[in-house]
């Protein structure tokens, strides 16, 4: 067992953080007070290699591995999770299921500009009335002369309002099965699609749509893998991001303690610095401790994925964790700052209301519960 980083890992960290703090940094109070992620940083980071970074180099992507992308992840929502997030939707969700199993005419319309941040994708899965029953799908595909046409609703879409195309789920027969959900490739602007950009309280530098789609036209060469049919890629797809959401709160729970622990060191109250109280001293420890027991599971996960043993209760295990101590790290945070943890000149407001993101997205931490107890032989 071995617990170190290599020397490529910390370059690939190195490489974030400074990113982050030359370039990122005078861009990050504009995007979240108007709400608009600045695009070129999508170009920059393809640049860098940090799109790709788990990808082969066959596939246009850096040869690293995931471990590499969790950290990637790590430093960008340690900085900021609008910023991380727009990133995870682009270089996981969005052109993942392309590499896995697209043709190669798809990858190289596709995935290839998008590791270059030439085009910038999402991933439209959630609806309006589905919640988290990927099963209960409504938006269909109905077969046509050339292609297939869509009708339906996607609601919370990353990336929506500014993509270049999106990856869609809709069912392309009316059973309620697996068999029947599958990916298309649409490209925009589409006229069948409606997109609305939603206004947040979290993550609000990240742009987030509300897609209305009616008879919206998809040609047969962007039916992914020219296949129906494609749920377990979802399914696969969204174990594996599990993983990287983990390292995006395990990032935001990082900057919370650290943003703590400087107020402590330097606010004094009776003479005295408030982090040598007992009860400030303890949430600290208290802090330091879960986060480091996260980092320890989320960087285990990474490896199970580059083992390629990785299975569905064991992800649910690391983002459950990882994304609860966020939430907890970032709201004790907020308690020790006292009146000022609701000032926006400080940052640990922001980091809570964005880590309250993951808890609920990509799967709830109920959802993540029922998938560690069906593994334990429970039917919850």
């Not at 180099?57 to 995931?66: C, I, T, V, Y």
């Not at 990856?167 to 490739?185: D, G, K, M, Q």
Request: glycine letters at 8%; proline letters at 3%.
């Amino acid at each position: 067992m071995d617990f170190q980083f290599s020397s490529e890992h910390e370059a690939v960290r190195d490489t974030v953080q400074r990113l982050c703090r030359e370039e990122l940094a005078p861009l990050l109070e504009e995007a979240e007070e108007q709400e608009r992620f600045p695009r070129h940083v999508f170009q920059r980071w393809g640049e860098l290699g940090l799109i790709g970074v788990r990808y082969p180099e066959e596939s246009g992507g850096s040869g690293l591995d995931k471990i590499s992308d969790c950290i990637v992840r790590e430093e960008l929502s340690y900085f900021s999770q609008a910023f991380a997030t727009s990133w995870s939707a682009h270089s996981h969700l969005g052109i993942w299921p392309i590499w896995k199993i697209g043709t190669a005419q798809q990858k190289a319309r596709f995935l290839e500009p998008a590791m270059r941040g030439e085009k910038i994708s999402g991933f439209g899965l959630s609806e309006p009335d589905g919640g988290s029953n990927i099963r209960a799908m409504t938006t269909r595909a109905e077969k046509v002369d050339g292609g297939w046409t869509l009708r339906g609703a996607k609601l919370y879409i990353t990336n929506a309002p500014f993509a270049d195309f999106l990856l869609v789920a809709a069912r392309t027969s009316p059973e309620l099965t697996a068999a029947a959900i599958s990916l298309f490739i649409v490209e925009l602007p589409n006229a069948g699609f409606d997109i609305h950009k939603l206004k947040k309280e979290g993550i609000r530098a990240s742009e987030t749509g509300l897609i209305h789609i009616d008879d919206a036209f998809v040609p047969d060469d962007c039916l992914l893998g020219e296949v129906t049919g494609t749920y377990p890629v979802i399914l696969e797809c969204l174990s594996e991001n599990r993983v990287g959401v983990a390292a995006n709160a395990l990032g935001m729970a990082r900057a919370a303690l650290d943003a703590a622990r400087a107020y402590a060191d330097e606010r004094v109250v009776a003479g005295k610095r408030i982090g040598d109280y007992q009860a400030i001293a303890h949430r600290l420890a208290d802090m330091s401790a879960n986060i480091e027991a996260a980092k320890w599971l989320v960087y285990y996960g990474a490896w199970r994925v580059d083992q390629g043993t990785l299975d569905s209760a064991t992800a649910a295990k690391v983002k459950l964790i990882a994304t609860e101590t966020a939430v907890q790290t970032s709201e004790q945070a907020i308690r020790i700052l006292g009146g000022a943890g609701i000032m926006r000149e400080y940052s640990v407001g922001r980091i809570h209301r964005d880590a309250l993101v993951y808890v609920i997205g990509e799967g709830t931490s109920d959802i993540q519960r029922n998938l560690i107890a069906r593994d334990m032989g429970f039917k919850p």
